[in-house]
């Protein structure tokens, strides 16, 4: 009778242990945030470290804003990797313009890897500066125009605008509202903004 009585507590506590280990998941997090990249996120700032007390919702100790493991409850999880790790779906950095004009930003575009993996790769994007539109491009390089302008009658010059990183082509640029225009036939005044036409 005593035997029985061990075995069943042992059977007992091997069904707890068990248990124990299939409370929380663990999600890989390579969300491609880098210290280069100025306008970058990651959930790695804002979980604790996971300790003795705090076992789930936080990230497992050896880890970096780049790459690092996320152990969530059961019910913490989302639908995907990505998701859980809270990663969006593009870390840039800040457009800069060359002696060219043209302007190019790093990007980390991050992905589902698997179901437990949300991983990145790192992709340069380009564009042309403010004040300039994309011309052309090709596998030597972008070549991007100044913006058209306009002069009146008294030889003052307004040229057109655009964002910075632009690739639309010369529609980017824009005759902003409120431009006051004179020619030989009076004055005018643009009421909203025109889009350039090349």
């Known amino acids: 009778m005593k035997r029985v009585f061990v075995l069943s507590v042992l059977i007992l506590m091997r069904g707890i242990t068990a248990g124990n280990a299939a409370n929380y998941l663990e999600y890989k997090c390579e969300c491609g945030c880098d210290p280069d990249l100025h306008s970058c996120y990651s959930m ?6 996971c300790t ?3 076992t789930t919702n936080c990230r497992v100790s050896g880890g970096n804003e780049r790459n690092f493991v996320l152990r969530t409850s059961l019910s913490g999880a989302d639908q995907t990797a990505c998701g859980t790790c809270n990663c969006s779906n593009r870390y840039c950095g800040l457009w800069e313009s060359d002696e060219n ?4 930003r790093g990007c980390y575009r991050v992905y589902d890897k698997d179901s437990n993996t949300c991983s990145s790769e790192f992709e340069v994007e380009f564009g042309c500066g403010s004040g300039y539109y994309y011309a052309s491009g090709s596998q030597w390089g972008t070549v991007c ?3 058209p302008a306009m002069v009146d009658i008294n030889g003052v ?28 036939t009076g004055t005018y005044t643009f009421v909203q ?3 350039a036409s090349c």
Request: glycine letters at 10%; aromatic letters at 8%.
């Open 44 to 49: 790695y700032q804002n979980v604790p470290e």
């Open 52 to 54: 003795g007390f705090v």
């Open 101 to 104: 004009n043209v302007s190019s």
């Open 145 to 147: 125009n100044e913006c």
């Open 157 to 184: 010059m307004q040229r057109g605008i655009s964002e910075e990183g632009n690739s639309d082509g010369c529609s980017a640029c824009v005759m902003k509202a409120g431009y006051t225009f004179r020619d030989a």
């Open 193 to 195: 903004d025109c889009n």
